[in-house]
């Protein structure tokens, strides 16, 4: 069964500060997807990033950036120069395919998330 | 704003009662996946259809049917309710049905039994 950790609860930052949220996965499929989605207090989840298994490559979308590494199963995100408005929870997602009879689908396992506070 | 369209917002309703959640997914998505967030379980994927058939199960009660219509929206019918189920409900859709594609979540809906 696949698995996704966020092993901090709760980050509280000041704003201009840099923050890392961590994000620890497991899976036995060779080909899997990752993402990042945001929850405001508003309550919707945001879409941030998909990360595929077989691509590396660091990424980097303003004051985001996302560090994928396979070998510690981990994908990781920081955002730079933190501000008020960053404040939410942020969760780390697994995608597993699902074979049922001869048709597939698919679900997305989620971490715990990380309650951010970046305060003024 | 997503594009996935969830109705109502809010529900108060009692033990025993039975509701349904009503989803419209982004215009040209296939697929439409249930989840439900509450404090205890966090976010729990529930099932999943694509363009009309049931692709993907989750731990998903027998109390708690789903079904996709031929214009794509999707319902959530939820019965025999219990102070338990009191929980924020998300519709998410997709393009297609394999995992390599984002979802896209509505508002939610924010059922609370009393």
């Known amino acids: 069964a696949q698995k996704v950790t966020q092993a901090q609860t709760e980050i509280s930052v000041v704003e201009k500060e840099d923050v890392t949220l961590d994000c620890v996965y497991e899976?036995?499929?060779?080909?899997?997807?990752l993402f990042w989605y945001k929850q405001p207090p508003s309550g919707e989840l945001v879409f941030l990033i998909r990360r595929n298994s077989f691509d590396e490559q660091n990424e980097i979308s303003g004051r985001y950036s996302w560090n994928f590494q396979k070998s510690t199963s981990s994908f990781n995100f920081t955002i730079t120069a933190s501000q008020v408005v960053d404040s939410a929870v942020y969760f780390c997602?697994?995608?597993?395919?699902?074979?049922?009879?001869?048709?597939?689908?698919?679900?997305?396992?989620f971490g715990e998330g990380t309650q951010l506070t970046v305060n003024p | 704003d997503s594009g996935v369209t969830q109705t109502p917002k809010h529900l108060i309703t009692a033990t025993g009662q039975r509701v349904t959640l009503r989803c419209s997914p982004r215009s040209g998505d296939l697929s439409v996946y249930w989840y439900q967030q509450s404090l205890d379980q966090g976010l729990q994927f529930l099932i999943q259809y694509y363009n009309g058939e049931e692709r993907a199960k989750g731990n998903i009660l027998e109390r708690f049917s789903a079904q996709q219509f031929p214009d794509l929206h999707s319902e959530l019918n939820l019965s025999s309710l219990e102070l338990g189920d009191s929980a924020l409900y998300f519709c998410a859709s997709s393009v297609g049905t394999i995992g390599n594609q984002p979802q896209h979540f509505g508002d939610g809906t924010r059922l609370s039994i009393l």
């Open positions: 899976t036995r499929d060779t080909t899997y997807y």
């Open positions: 997602a697994l995608s597993e395919a699902v074979a049922v009879r001869e048709t597939s689908g698919s679900r997305l396992t």
